[in-house]
């Protein structure tokens, strides 16, 4: 009998990384959600169900990160999939950003996908197979103000994905990245709610006309873990209504 797959996705206590591990539930996969906050990860691990494992961990503390990936090791005996999802942002006006702010940023969205990865692959080694998906943004596909740091992590992310996905694919790892545009979420209504100009910005360049809902990224990410794209690496896929190429 064909064992079930397992999957850890970071920040999959809410939002995007929620959405992902019930697309993944959906399909029989084992999900470890981690994330800081146990409270939440309890309340997600409760409706997810019996296939959802929650993991408290801060992705800062790149320390944490080897222990996390034992533990897992040690409970599930192997890791199929791993989706890098957890991600801070700060909106500031370049000048006030600070050196801490910036590290800080860059420490969470691109030092701990390394690290987390680094470790996961190691496993993955030994299985000759693996899906790494990272989840990117359309801040790395054009500039956009008053999210330097941010920015800065995200179009790393993307040439980091390449890099992987040239290195590992040849032992049978696929490495891909998901870039959203914008995702309903109360957060993001509320944000564009209470600024029409940046609201009738986004719907005017997206062609779609609308916002994308979370498990649009969940179902992106179930393809891409999925036999289905067996022969896709290396590709950061736009999920966004069209945002990307929109005029």
Same mark, same amino acid.
């Given at each position: ?35 800081? +906050? ?16 929650? #993991?408290?961990?801060? #992705? ?43 590290? +800080? ?7 701990? #996908? ?134």
């Amino acid at each position: 009998m064909r064992r079930q797959k397992l999957a850890i996705i970071t920040g999959g206590g809410s939002g995007i990384g929620f959405a992902i591990a019930q697309k993944f539930i959906e399909k029989n996969i084992v999900c470890v959600i981690a994330g800081r +906050n146990p409270e939440k990860l309890e309340y997600a691990k409760k409706k997810l169900g019996e296939k959802c494992f929650s #993991v408290p961990l801060d #992705v800062s503390d790149l320390n944490a990160i080897p222990l996390f990936v034992q533990k897992v090791v040690q409970q599930f005996g192997y890791i199929d999939i791993l989706v890098n999802n957890a991600g801070i942002n700060m909106k500031k006006e370049f000048v006030e950003v600070t050196d801490e702010d910036f590290q +800080n940023i860059l420490n969470t969205n691109l030092n701990a #996908v390394f690290s987390m990865s680094r470790e996961v692959v190691k496993h993955m080694l030994a299985n000759n197979s693996g899906c790494i998906i990272n989840i990117s943004s359309m801040a790395a596909q054009y500039g956009l103000p008053k999210v330097i740091a941010y920015t800065a992590s995200k179009t790393a992310i993307d040439g980091m994905t390449r890099a992987m996905a040239v290195e590992l694919s040849p032992s049978g790892i696929r490495v891909n990245a998901i870039a959203p545009g914008f995702i309903y979420s109360e957060m993001t209504a509320k944000a564009l709610d209470s600024d029409p100009e940046r609201k009738a910005k986004v719907f005017g360049r997206t062609p779609m006309g609308k916002m994308g809902e979370p498990e649009d990224i969940g179902n992106a990410a179930l393809y891409l873990a999925s036999d289905a794209a067996k022969y896709v690496t290396g590709v950061i896929l736009p999920v966004d209504g069209g945002n990307s190429i929109g005029f």
